[in-house]
T-cell receptor, first 113, second 115 residues
């Protein structure tokens, strides 16, 4: 079945450091891919998405590119801020599927001042 | 527009007790779902609904019931709570299943502890 694998956390960075959180998926076909973010004490929010191969999703300085050849959707940011401290989830969804999202296990990011 | 609301925010139950987690949305979304979040396991789908009167099982449905009598409400019922149901529960909604409705909107969650 479908699955999403994220890099193990937690990840701790200093402010202004470069961030990469790896995400790979296993699926037969080409699902839509997402990154969701969960700030402390809150529900999940959509951060960015890509619906087809080579698409790049971007938001709030974060970027991720849908790579079908490596079945990956790695999240990157050039300069993290303390306010980026959160849990990040990679997820996939089949277009038109009623079962909606399959999530990775999440990666805790802490950014120190 | 309150979005997706969940009550209660916190709940402690004893083994064998039953309770209902409430979820409501005011965005007229057709699709609603319940997830549980456990450490190291991401979110797992419990039940979902594609419209009023229609529900189906997700990945981990055992021990939970749902109903969808209105578009707005999608309560999750624990029939006989067990310690394995200790988790954080999230309700989510989206306008529909078409590709342009990719985004799901999540509630703030209910943290449940079963002793």
């Amino acid at each position: 079945g479908d699955s999403v694998t994220q890099m193990e956390g937690p990840v701790t960075l200093s402010e202004e450091a470069f961030l990469t959180i790896n995400c790979t998926y296993t699926a037969t076909g080409y699902p839509s891919l997402f990154w969701y973010v969960q700030y402390p004490g809150e529900g999940l929010q959509l951060l960015l998405k890509a619906t087809k191969a080579d698409d790049k999703g971007s938001n709030k300085g974060f970027e991720a590119t849908y790579r079908k050849e490596t079945t990956s959707f790695h999240l990157e940011k050039g300069s993290v801020q303390v306010s980026d401290s959160a849990v990040y989830f990679c997820a996939l969804k089949w277009k038109g599927s009623a079962r909606q999202l399959t999530f990775g296990s999440g990666t805790q990011l802490t950014v120190l001042p | 527009n309150a979005g997706v609301t969940q009550t209660p925010k916190f709940q402690v139950l004893k083994t064998g007790q039953s309770m209902t987690l409430q979820c409501a949305q005011d965005m007229n979304h057709e699709y609603m779902s319940w997830y549980r979040q456990d450490p190291g396991m991401g979110l797992r789908l419990i039940h979902y609904s594609v419209g009023a009167g229609i529900t189906d099982q997700g990945e981990v449905p055992n021990g939970y019931n749902v109903s969808r009598s209105t578009t707005e409400d999608f309560p999750l019922r624990l029939l006989s709570a067990a310690p394995s149901q200790t988790s954080v529960y999230f309700c989510a909604s989206s306008p529909g299943l078409a590709e342009q409705y990719n985004e799901q909107f999540f509630g703030p969650g209910t943290r449940l502890t079963v002793l």
